[in-house]
């Protein structure tokens, strides 16, 4: 007998379908999307994405040979999922949900992508099979905080992944919490994985996900049994995570005017989420300062926002890897102070170790403001005050950096993103029939063109 949590969502996932849309989630879907798809042929050639790519392309699959982002090349559906979520990943410019649990939804498309066009399914099931992984992911997220207990935000992405998943394989109910259960049992992720020096697989951790979450499907379509109370039942998830078995999930609604989905936040910047209102502000007040001239570089944060010292978080006020880097608010303050700008190539070996950076560091302090912390996560408030030599004071202070739900991305900024991501390695010709393919996705029969869009191996990119 299946437990609560697992009727609940299997439900959902069956009596979701694109009918249930509105044209606003629609909309959202698709920039997501693009969004996505942005971040993967910016990661393409990223030291993970080939490692991944290398391994995928060394198995196939004859009953469903699934195609890998970038190329014309197939492997089994839960390697190129893992391969194209590592894609996604990689830059750290994905979307983000918090609120306070959550972390990087978009990763769970690359399940999406893989399968709808391994299945020849249409730009419907596609969108559809998203907005239920990302109704899963959140509504879950907005009640668990899996980090808290230790673990990592990989949980319910692979749960998601399943969902996803198993929409798109057309299970039936049993078949879908077996699924869900095949998913979260043996692959419950470790918060090791963000803590201390970052390494490649903090942009690899939900990759794997999704990859057993695509796995643990496939395996429930030809029949696996599960244990019967993965959420609810003894030493079940909710007890895992230190829940006392207090979570209730209410029944999911599949036909809202607007789906959550349509909450996550688009990144400006390649880096963590809690980096892009200090990022922001200090690009701006980098045209009223010398960076010669700065004297002290105040910061005042929400709790969850970054808060640390040299004492507490060594690695991010000295950071070593790209992946540490990209989570570090002083070495990002730092080098937009100095730049004008964050971009991939602030990310480079050469860039993190300029003696510039370095010194703004040394100059640089964090701070909570209680006031702050309590507006969080409605609010991603962040203050900065440059003291030069001469003692002007310069003042930035925001609380809805770019792309949060209060300051959304215009289209425009959606087709920037996208271009400056994927412009070194796709043509303008290629960029527009991708941007074209996307806005009508929805009534595509097959999704293959838009994989062949982006394919950077073949043609004139």
Sequence with gaps: MSDATSSILADFIIDTSFDCLSNKTIQHTKNTL???LACAIG????PPGEIARKLAHTVSSTDLPSRILGESRTSTPDMAAFANAAMI????CNDSY????GGHPSDMIAAALTLTEALNNTGKDLIESIVIGYEIFTKLSDQVVVSKSGWDQGIFIGLSAASIAAKLLKLSKPQIINALSLSIVPNLPMGATRMGELSMWKGCATAAAVKSGIFAALLAKEGMTSPERPFDGPRGLWEQLGCDNNVQIEKL???LDKHKICDNIFKFYPSQIHTQAPIGLACKLSSEVIVDDIKTIAIQSYQQGGVSTPETEPEKWAPSTRETADHSIPFLVASALSDGTVNPETFTETNIKRTIIKTLITKTNIVENSDFSNLYPSQYNC????TTQSGSIHTGQTAYPKGHPQNPFTDTDLQNKFSNLSGALLSKQRRETTLDLLMDIDHAASITPLFNSVDVTTGTN
């Design 43 to 46: 990661g393409y050639t990223s």
């Design 383 to 386: 203050r900065i005050d440059i």
């Design 253 to 255: 609604e599949p036909q």
């Design 89 to 92: 990943r990689y830059l750290d």
């Design 98 to 101: 918090f609120s306070p649990g």
């Design 34 to 36: 693009l969004d996505t």
